[in-house]
């Protein structure tokens, strides 16, 4: 699904653990790392996208999670130039999300990246809250700020305990 501005829907996922550690994958045969993302599809809800993006690209299922937060409006970033498909129709300049704070619950839970044909990472880490700003790609650093900075209040607070 694509808006009249061109950009796609879809969702971001911060999984955090009970040690304020959120989850960090390695994009498959790249020095790119990024939280888990992907693109709506016309029937879906942004919850149901993220259920399924969740499932698709880690292996987790829904009661593996728990649902913390959701950003109060869609966060957008604009693809470079070289990345922008320009023989597809419609046109994609960019994504448009929301983001999805999820906390680990099941302890057991194993992260499988093999649950499809197309994986999208091949290695993970825990890191610390603040950390994937500087690490992932510039184009998309502004909405991890943003969304970073939306869920800081919830797993930053003395409430929010392991």
């Not at 680990?104 to 993970?124: G, Q």
Request: charged share 25%; aromatic share 14%.
């Amino acid at each position: 699904m694509i808006d009249k501005a061109g950009y796609r829907y879809g969702v971001g996922i911060i999984l955090v653990n009970d040690d304020r550690q959120v989850f960090f994958a390695k994009r498959i045969g790249m020095s790119a790392w990024q939280f888990p993302q992907g693109g709506m599809k016309e029937d879906e809800t942004p919850e149901q996208t993220m259920y399924r993006e969740l499932k698709e690209e880690i292996g987790l299922n829904p009661e593996d999670v728990s649902i913390l937060g959701c950003t109060r409006r869609w966060l957008r970033y604009r693809l470079p130039g070289r990345l922008v498909r320009h023989y597809a129709k419609p046109l994609c300049v960019g994504q448009k999300q929301k983001w999805f704070l999820l906390r680990l619950v099941n302890k057991e839970a194993h992260f499988n990246f093999s649950v499809t044909n197309d994986p999208e990472f091949d290695s993970w880490s825990w890191v610390s809250y603040w950390y994937p700003v500087r690490q992932v790609v510039l184009f998309k650093r502004r909405v991890y700020v943003m969304a970073l900075k939306e869920f800081a209040k919830i797993v930053l607070s003395k409430q929010f305990r392991g």
